[in-house]
């Protein structure tokens, strides 16, 4: 059977970890979240020789727990973060094109209200710089307040003086690391996961760094010119192995899911709490809406999960902007993630809210040649990892310029309006049918309500290095966030253990592994 997507598995996976030690790499990249995906096909497209290694699965830490917008991000302008909110407005319009399907432009609701923050002047003003920083490919549309009424009815309507429809994008966040992924490796790059980098030795011509296979227990070491952390809010648990200081402030953030059938919004939606200076959003995703987010400290990252006390403040917060009650019991998912923010000059605890912590990214090279890049946001992936690999071009030189600025992520643009399947898959869901042949599924779904296929779980086995179940249900799909049900667990363990030839024992270890991930998520705060 003939495939456009090349092969990137268990097996590819294997062979490159047997010959690992006996390649010279100019870097190593530590870390398969958004910010290493983006440096490795950055740096392999410059023609560098990159290995990348995951610790778990691609997209295991924050970039599967953002709130998935590709956006300027219209508080920090509050905060004056100008600089911040042009570029990522720059990077929105870039990767709209050159990400299409992937990054899909949504409208953005912004109800106002009588003595209430922020003031219609105010955010006008704030959507016009906001207009400006797209060189006004964009135009915010203010609504009266019966315009408001009669087109967005879900909206609480007391003290309503009218709204402001503004737009930014949407994106799969998992689906953006493991699409950049798979280009890197198209283009040469050897991306791992499952294996983690556990110590480094610094030698004058570059670096050793041992690596532990998280599926076999074994390890090895490989040199490399460069080092490149991105382990996101793990970033100084590595500059620890270097006896290097601390240089991040953690916040998590969680988001709570209903079936979109209790809160059957269109577009998404921005509510304003003037009490802890900060917004939340509402947002439709496929069968569900969610809601979110928080920004509490947390110490280590392992702790983050979605608790009673953040559901009563969403709740709480959602109830006051629309007239349709959101209720505790029709919550039936949530997902949390840590901020990897740089800690602020001064103690956090001094500042009036953490939300004003920025989000601005920092590179540091500390020592020679190890370089740290830290902060960001999910929209400023592509330009970080720009900036980064320049830096990198201060040892080492590069057959190429930076080719991420105009090439499309799959290597060719996307044309026309996609459909489901191309949504999630671009210009390989050919891939998908040519699977479902292979194995005579016939478009068999996973579950009913869901349009998702037995045939994309054999397509994240063999072309996206789906090792467990949990990396199709959670970061391949959006099977997890759709719906918790263990026959759907099952459904996928099953085809899991066939294709992967694991046994009985496995399939046990793997069900009960994936369901303790489900319970996690909805004990916290059930
Ligand atoms: C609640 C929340 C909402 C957000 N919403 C948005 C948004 O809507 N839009 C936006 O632009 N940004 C948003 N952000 C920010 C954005 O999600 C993050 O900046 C981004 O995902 C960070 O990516 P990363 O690759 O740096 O880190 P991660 O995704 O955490 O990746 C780091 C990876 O390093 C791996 N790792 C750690 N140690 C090792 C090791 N020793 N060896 C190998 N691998 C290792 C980890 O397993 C992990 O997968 C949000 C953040 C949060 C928390």
């Not at 990249?29 to 440096?39: E, F, R, V």
């Not at 532990?212 to 952390?229: A, F, M, P, T, Y």
């Not at 960001?376 to 330009?383: C, I, V």
Request: a neutral charge; proline letters at 5%; aromatic letters at 10%.
């Amino acid at each position: 059977m003939e495939f456009i997507s090349p092969q990137f598995s268990f097996v590819t996976r294997e062979e490159a970890w047997k010959t690992l030690p006996q390649q010279k790499w100019d870097v190593v990249i530590i870390g398969g979240g958004i910010t290493g995906a983006a440096c490795a096909r950055d740096a392999q497209l410059r023609g560098l020789k990159v290995l990348l290694v995951e610790a778990d699965d691609f997209a295991s830490g924050t970039s599967s727990g953002s709130s998935k917008l590709i956006h300027g991000g219209v508080r920090y302008l509050k905060n004056a973060e100008f600089k911040l909110v042009f570029t990522a407005i720059q990077e929105r319009e870039r990767l709209t094109r050159l990400y299409a399907p992937f990054v899909q432009p949504i409208p953005f609701v912004f109800p106002t209200y009588t003595r209430k923050f922020p003031p219609r002047w105010m955010l006008n003003m704030g959507l016009h710089m906001y207009d400006a920083f797209s060189g006004f490919n964009e135009h915010h549309q203010n609504l009266t307040r019966n315009e408001s009424i009669e087109r967005y009815p879900l909206l609480e309507d007391k003290g309503l003086t009218g709204s402001i429809v503004y737009r930014d994008a949407f994106a799969e966040d998992y689906r953006l690391v493991i699409e950049l992924i798979k280009s890197a490796h198209r283009s040469g790059a050897t991306c791992l996961n499952r294996v983690a980098a556990v110590s480094f030795e610094n030698l004058n011509s570059g670096f050793r760094t041992r690596l532990q296979n998280r599926l076999s227990g074994k390890e090895c070491v490989v040199d490399s010119k460069l080092i490149i952390n991105c382990a996101g809010p793990f970033s100084d648990s590595i500059r620890k192995l270097l006896k290097l200081p601390e240089k991040l402030y953690l916040t998590q953030g969680v988001h709570f899911l209903v079936p979109r059938a209790k809160f059957p919004i269109q577009e998404a939606y921005v509510i304003s709490d003037p009490k802890q200076d900060r917004i939340l959003f509402a947002i439709p995703w496929n069968s569900t809406t969610y809601f979110g987010t928080t920004d509490t400290p947390v110490k280590e990252v392992k702790e983050a999960r979605a608790t009673k006390e953040d559901l009563e403040y969403v709740i709480q917060e959602v109830n006051k902007a629309f007239n349709l009650p959101l209720r505790k019991e029709d919550v039936f998912q949530s997902w949390a993630a840590v901020r990897p923010l740089i800690k602020p000059p001064e103690k956090p605890e001094g500042a009036k809210s953490v939300s004003k912590v920025s989000r601005e990214h920092e590179i540091i090279e500390e020592p020679e040649g190890f370089f740290h890049v830290l902060g960001g946001k999910l929209t400023s992936h592509r330009e970080m990892a720009e900036e980064a690999i320049d830096l990198l071009g201060e040892r080492i030189s590069f057959a190429r310029d930076c080719q991420t600025q105009d090439l499309p992520l799959q290597g060719q643009f996307f044309e026309g309006e996609a459909n489901d399947l191309e949504r999630r898959y671009g210009i390989f869901a050919p891939d998908i049918a040519a699977w479902d042949k292979a194995k005579n599924l016939g478009r068999m779904k996973i579950t009913q309500d869901l349009p998702i296929t037995a045939a994309e779980i054999y397509y994240a086995i063999h072309h996206e290095m789906a090792i467990d179940p949990i990396d199709f249900l959670r970061r391949r799909s959006s099977l997890y966030y759709e719906k918790a049900d263990p026959k759907i667990i099952e459904a996928v363990t099953k085809i899991f253990a066939q294709e992967l030839k694991h046994d009985q024992s496995w399939y046990q270890a793997s069900l009960k592994s994936s369901e303790n991930i489900y319970a996690w998520d909805t004990e916290g705060f059930k």
